[in-house]
């Protein structure tokens, strides 16, 4: 129905920055919010950065200043502007969509990519 294949993940020294992309393909009729949530060894699952359809974005406390999210909806494709990493960023950093499919476009579902792992060296 939706797939989304991420990219841009890798090593990192500590202050450099990194950009990851996710792009959304398949039987889409539209998309609503689009967002990145990381895993870090031991912890949960947290959201990172998120933004919505008309463009209006929301940051992790932690990352706010130092991650910038935005979209091309003409692409399907949602990007994360990693500045300053610190070694607490690395993680596996998953895509999440949330998009109705042209046989169902009333219902919305989640849809989560394969996830990118970020490694910051201090």
């Known amino acids: 129905q939706v797939q989304l294949v991420e990219s841009g993940g890798g090593l990192v020294q500590a202050g450099g920055p990194l950009r990851l992309s996710c792009a959304a393909s398949?039987?889409?009729?539209?998309?609503?919010?689009m967002g990145w949530y990381r895993r870090a060894p031991g912890k949960q699952r947290e959201l990172v950065a998120a933004?919505?359809?008309?463009?209006?974005?929301n940051y992790a406390d932690s990352v706010k200043g130092r991650f910038t999210i935005s979209r091309d909806n003409a692409k399907n494709t949602v990007y994360l502007q990693m500045n300053s990493l610190k070694p607490e960023d690395t993680a596996v950093y998953y895509c999440?969509?949330?998009?109705?499919?042209?046989?169902?476009?009333?219902?919305?579902?989640?849809?989560w990519g394969q996830g990118t792992q970020v490694t910051v060296s201090s």
């Open positions: 999440n969509v949330r998009a109705a499919v042209v046989h169902s476009i009333w219902d919305e579902h989640d849809y």
């Open positions: 933004i919505t359809s008309g463009g209006s974005t």
């Open positions: 398949g039987s889409i009729f539209s998309i609503n919010a």
